[in-house]
């Protein structure tokens, strides 16, 4: 066997010209694979991550039933016991409880809809940086008993800082819930849906105004690692009990999923040709290869060499020549997307105030999944497999005497 493998080695050098060849086409298809496959699950997991932040979190906990009406009255109390569960769990890197709800704001003559959004402000402000965000006035605190308004909430109802916004609505179990608030701060929110009718209150003041002590309507929970999401999930709906729904980022923001399965569709079907193409060009170096070589093929068998040991030899010279052409794009590839993981390209003009506006930062983000790097390579694999099947059926009906006159 060493002596095949020998052969196989040194044979692949004897034309160097057309081995280089075939190595170049392996190595651009390795290269430009692991680079459009990383940018796409970089761009996918940094879409992820600021839509997560900004609404549900990666998992969310909330009584059962609360999902299919969001009625206020199917909120629950955040006990010790469920606040030490969370704790417990090194999963997870922030546990933000959220009392969330609707009403009337109205100033004068104006009145709209708004979403209400009790919540801790340092917590808040620790995972949305809301702080920032402030345009005008002063951001919250916990004691406050003052709101926050989204800009286009206030140019609606023609109110600055320091106004006075009247509150109205129903609290729990169906207790009128009226109040005037004066206006801290006035912030500027990604989505410009709720940048229309969000309204920021401290989550003790937001418990007070709809009747609620101590309830809220979810925990949104942050992971450490994304991956283990499921693990965590069936940790938590194990020791929760039926009272309470755990429910994934994925069951929530169900849009966003399919759009992102749809990118990801055409991400692959462009690989596919590209590969093809690849796949083609090696094919033909293959073909190429194997029609000089016919009378060193004849020379080989007719001295005595086995058809089966020459079949391996020729299996094995397709095999060096890949793994050569993938370690060589793996060596190429791998520090650059390293490089780009920690220092994502920055992106500029209409596309970063496009992002900047939906509340992404304006970044080119890259993965480093180690799925991107196996899944490439088995792909590239294949392609040579599949290459050198033409030359073993050359090989299985080889003619010596006709290969030796030729």
Known sequence: MNTIL?????????NKRRTILMMLSIFIAVVLSLFTRSMQKGTYANMIANTVKLSTGYIQIHKKGYWDNKSINETFVETTKLRNLLSGDKNLTLTLPRLESFALASSGKHTKGAVIIGTNPKLEDSLNHYSKKIIKGKYFKSNDKAVLVS?????????????TL?????????????AKYPIKGIFHFPIPQLDNQL???PLKESQYFYAAPNRI???SLMLNNPGNEDKTIIMLRGKLGNNYEVMPW????REMVQAIESDNVGGIIMIAILYMVIGFGVFGT???????????????????MKKTKLLTMVVWETVFIGIVAILAGLLVTYPLLLYLFYHPIPLTGDLASYMIAFGAEPILPFSLEPNIFIIQTISVIIISIIAVLYPLS???????????RS
């Open 250 to 253: 994925q069951d929530m923001n």
């Open 151 to 163: 800009d286009k909430l206030a140019e609606f109802l023609q109110l600055s800082v320091d106004d």
């Open 6 to 14: 020998k052969m196989a080695w040194r044979n692949i050098w004897r």
């Open 394 to 404: 050359v090989l299985l009906r080889f003619n010596v005497l006709k290969a030796m």
């Open 217 to 219: 309507t979810s925990i």
């Open 199 to 201: 309204i920021l209150m």
């Open 166 to 178: 009247v509150l109205i609505g129903q609290g729990y179990h169906g207790i009128t819930a009226a």
């Open 286 to 304: 293959v073909m190429m290869m194997t029609m000089e070589r016919r009378k060193e093929f004849a020379i080989m068998i007719a001295v005595g």
